[in-house]
């Protein structure tokens, strides 16, 4: 009886953690369909394209909502409007775990 109030613990602890942090593989996938183009490798920033690597997973999740929203928070932000638009709350929780990750290595 014991063993499976833990393997219940367990599985609660998984699934719950599962929600609140996304999966750095699923955002590689995804930040490569086009992100990539902008953001350089790994989100290392490419000329006027802001390095988006090895920032914090709440502030790109905010972020990536806020221009979902429509909202603007910089001069180019219409072009990443039009970016965020089609992502889903699990795509961003996704790419915000990769980009966290620092793909593009220390600066
Ligand atoms: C067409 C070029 C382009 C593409 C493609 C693009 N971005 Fe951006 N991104 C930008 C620009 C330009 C900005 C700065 C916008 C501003 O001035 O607010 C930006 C800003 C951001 C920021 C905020 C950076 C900061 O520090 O404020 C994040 C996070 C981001 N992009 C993530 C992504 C992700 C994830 C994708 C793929 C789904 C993506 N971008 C695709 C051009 C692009």
New binding site residues.
């Given amino acids: 009886m014991k063993h499976i109030y833990i393997a219940l613990f367990l599985s609660f602890f998984f699934v719950s953690n599962k929600a609140i942090s996304g999966d750095p593989e699923a955002g590689k996938a ?2 490569a369909q ?2 990539g ?3 350089g490798p790994g989100g290392m920033g490419l000329a ?3 390095r ?1 690597s090895g ?1 914090e997973v709440p502030y ?1 999740t905010e ?2 909502k806020t221009y979902r929203a429509g909202t ?6 219409d ?2 409007i039009m ?2 638009k089609p ?1 889903t709350d699990l795509e961003i929780e996704n ?1 915000a775990a990769y ?1 966290a990750s620092d793909p593009a290595g220390k600066k």
């Fill in positions: 995804r930040y086009n992100c183009n902008c953001h006027s394209y802001p988006i920032k790109l972020r990536l603007k928070v910089g001069p180019n932000s072009l990443m970016m965020a992502l790419l980009l």
